[in-house]
Every structure is written in C-alpha cells, then in structure tokens.
C-alpha cells in the first residue's frame, strides 16, 4: 500500500502512533538515570539514541515535548548530567515499566524493581543489571520547534562495561550483552549477529 | 573495566572508532536514497534514523561532517528531499557495499547491484529490494558545532509498505521486513521477536 502524508494524517490516532512509531525501525532499548537538584531519582525508557561522533564521544537521544511533566529533561536541565545503560534483555518487562507515569516522588528503580549503582563522577544513579553503562553530560539541547520535541546532544563522560564484552579492535559483544530491542512503543526483540563484513572499497 | 572522557580520547584511533561506533548499540540499517539537482543518483547507508514524531510525522537522521564530499548531504541540500528504506537482511552486503567511496558521477545503485523504483512524489530513486520504503522532504538541517555533524530532520511525505506487512494496530512486523541490524561500522544481526507487552500503567 501507498499511505501519502495527508493519508497518514488522517489515519486513526492510535493506529497512527503505532505506525509511525514502528518505521524508524527495531532499536536498542536503553534505560536513561538521572536525579533531580534535591535528590529525587528517575528512570525512563529511551529508544532513540543515536551516534553523533566519536571524537570527542557524543551521543544523542530525543525526549517526549515538555507539555506534560518530564522529570528525565528537568532534571537533566536541572543537573546537566544522566546516564543511559543498555536495558537486558532478561529485565525488557521492568524497562517496559519504568514507562508507566509514576509521580515525581516515586523512583522508577524501586517501583519496576531495578537496583541502582552509584560512580564517583556522574551523580545520577546507573541501572546495576545492565552491563553497558554510559555517564554523559549536556552539551546541547535541540527544540524542534514542529512539535516541540526535545534532541538532548551529550557527552560521554565515562563507560562502564566488563573488558570480557569488547574485543581487541573495539567491537562490542552484542549477543553477550544481549540487549532488548524495541520497535514502536510495545514490540521487544533480540539480536543474533549475522556477520562482521570488512571496510568497504570501491572495487 | 571503567572508562573515563580522558581514557576515551587516548584510545588508539580505529579501536575508539570501533568501540564509540558500537555503543550506541544495535539498530536497523537503511538505505538513503537521493537526486542530485543534474539527476544524478546516490545511495548510502544511514544506521541512525531515529523517530522524532508522530502528527506531524517526522523523522531524524545523522549525516557525517561534510568536510569531504558528502553526496547524500549536498543532493538534499540541493533538492530538498530524499528515501529511506529499511535494507533488508536479504542484502545486507550489497548496502554495507554503498559506504564505499565511490565518485559523484557513480550511481551505487549501479554499483552495488540494487534496482531503482520510482515514485512519482519524490524524484530520489527507492530500492526496490526493500519492503519498506518512505519518502521525505527535509524540514530542518541542525548542524553540531562540536564536530561539524549534522542532523536532518525530515516530514515522511509518503510511505509504501505491502498491506501484509501491518496489522490492525498500526504494528510493523519486523519478522516478515526481516530488517538487516548494524552495530557500529560492519556488525550485523537480525532480529527476533520477543513479545509485545501492554502499555504501562501504574500499579
């Protein structure tokens, strides 16, 4: 079928949300830590991270418009620091979870049942199950002004991750740290590697 | 092990490249599809195509700086439009192939063995190996000043995708797309359905 942008506009608001959620395709999920000025603590589910460089170390991720409560951007704002750890694939229904509104005063770490673990030098406290963990710090926030969504642009301050998952060239083991993956808002799978293939020449 | 920002930027060059690459985790490869102003065709590999919104439907992507020549950046900047489309597993070589640098005046369509199939509301060719398939119209260019990066955020004008491939909810089926994964420059994995689990409430 060919759905044109008017008719996708004019698609079922719930169908519309699962469809367009699905298309930018099947994506590691990762848990996003952060704690507010006074001590609160939050974790949410993120799916949208994305590579910006390697040197310096800079990802981005997107954040939800502020119009309801959003206590991962406040306090990101308020902090200028988070960490995002890979979900496991054997804790995707406590990620899952840590989507549910929860008020400002509940952690979701205690409310889905994921235990905390604290670094020295981001303040944020890591997912202690998950065996990727990345502390960044701000470097940009992004408005786009369509939809108000939010491009959070941050620096990787420090990477926590067991030297038994990264092989001598850099590759991370995947099918070791055995990540969730989701499509859209509620479809969780696992990857199985397929191959390495060498740089590519012209040939 | 327990890396910090100073550890980072000493790795040796193609390990940081390899390690930094991969963090970001796994996700679904597409092939971006571009015109030149003069009808020139290119394609490359995108594996950072990430879902910035619904209503209006928008996507984002990165693109690396253009400090070389950058085909697929220059023929949107030109155009103002360009296709995505999922690589399917089935050819994950020949797409892995297109990041090969080829000169302006060489189609990697051609190059690589991938057909073209057109549309007639977006002039950049589609991959007609692919299942599915979205045309865009750029909305906004954000480049990154720390390392000259740049985001392209584009409204999904049209998409094409067989009616089989969707359910009655608006879900992708991702086992039947059979999408290739990529985790950093030349790791590939398939997908695997877990489950789909209810959206979260507060219990």
Redesign the interface.
Same mark, same amino acid.
């Given at each position: 079928?060919?759905?044109?942008?008017d008719d996708?506009?004019s698609?079922e608001? /719930?169908?519309?949300?699962?469809?367009? =959620?699905?298309?930018? !395709?099947?994506?590691?999920a $990762?848990l996003c830590g952060t704690i507010s000025a006074v001590g609160q603590t939050n974790l949410s589910l993120v799916?949208?991270?994305?590579?910006?460089?390697? =040197? &310096?170390?800079?990802? !981005?991720m997107?954040v939800r418009p502020p119009l309801a409560p959003r206590h991962t951007l406040s306090n990101i704002m308020e902090t200028g620091e988070y960490n995002l750890n890979?979900l496991p @694939?054997s804790h995707?229904?406590q990620g899952?979870?840590?989507?549910?509104?929860?008020p400002k005063e509940i952690s979701e770490f205690e409310?889905v049942g994921l235990a905390t673990s604290f670094?020295p030098?981001i303040k944020a406290p890591y997912v202690e199950e998950s065996s990727?963990k990345?502390g960044l710090h701000l470097? #940009?926030r992004?408005d786009?002004p /369509?939809?108000l969504?939010v491009?959070i642009?941050g620096?990787?301050?420090?990477?926590?991750? &067991? /030297?038994s998952l990264?092989d001598? /060239? !850099?590759?991370?083991d $995947?099918e070791a740290v055995s &990540?969730? @993956?989701v499509?859209?808002?509620?479809?969780? $799978?696992?990857?199985?590697?397929? =191959?390495?293939?060498?740089?590519?020449?012209? #040939?």
């Open positions: 079928m060919k759905l044109h942008k996708i506009l698609l608001k /719930e169908y519309r949300r699962h469809f367009i =959620n699905s298309i930018s !395709g099947v994506k590691t $990762f799916s949208s991270v994305f590579h910006v460089g390697a =040197n &310096p170390p800079l990802l !981005g997107v890979i @694939l995707y229904k899952h979870q840590t989507a549910a509104r929860y409310a670094s030098h990727v990345l470097l #940009r992004v786009i /369509e939809n969504t491009l642009i620096e990787i301050q420090e990477v926590i991750i &067991p /030297e990264v001598h /060239e !850099g590759h991370i $995947f &990540p969730a @993956l499509a859209g808002l509620d479809s969780y $799978f696992q990857a199985t590697a397929v =191959n390495r293939l060498p740089y590519p020449k012209v #040939r």
